[in-house]
């Protein structure tokens, strides 16, 4: 949820509140989130912990002092080549083309999910037959 006040839509990105224990909880899973309150900051693709007083006055002054724009397609200026070419590869595609693209990438994801599933059962089936074979011989 997207909070107002005099950050709202500030050059440097937005100060948002993610219930964790909802709809928010992937989000929170995906960038290490185990406690609450928890304070992140940072590029979005590695967000970083705050540490510090969690007053607002100590908050504001962090943020004036320590954040700052960052590569994202509304400032590619401030991409490097890499980047750039990764962002502007997916800005040129249809709304129906980058689903297609998000679906074919869950798609994989879900198989390897599943695959990592089947094995993990095929090496606990082997422990028990391996543990089985043991007692019996012990025995």
Excluded: H
């Excluded at 709202?8 to 993610?18: F, K, P, R, S, Y």
């Excluded at 320590?66 to 590869?89: F, H, M, Q, R, T």
């Excluded at 879900?110 to 094995?119: M, N, P, S």
């Amino acid at each position: 949820e997207k909070l107002s006040g005099e950050w709202a839509g500030n050059d440097i990105g937005l100060i948002a509140e993610v219930d964790c224990t909802t709809e928010g909880k992937p989000l929170c899973d995906a960038n290490g989130v185990k406690g609450f309150p928890t304070l992140k900051y940072g590029d979005p693709a590695s967000l970083e912990d705050y540490q510090g007083a969690r007053t607002y006055d100590a908050l504001a002054k962090f943020a004036t002092e320590n954040l700052k724009p960052v590569c994202s397609p509304a400032k590619i200026e401030l991409c490097d080549d890499e980047k750039k070419a990764a962002i502007e590869k997916y800005m040129v595609l249809s709304v129906g083309e980058l689903d297609t693209a998000i679906t074919a990438e869950e798609k994989k994801m879900e198989e390897a999910e599943a695959t990592f599933k089947d094995e993990v059962q095929k090496l606990q089936d082997s422990y028990q037959k391996l543990t089985a074979d043991k007692d019996e011989v012990l025995a």
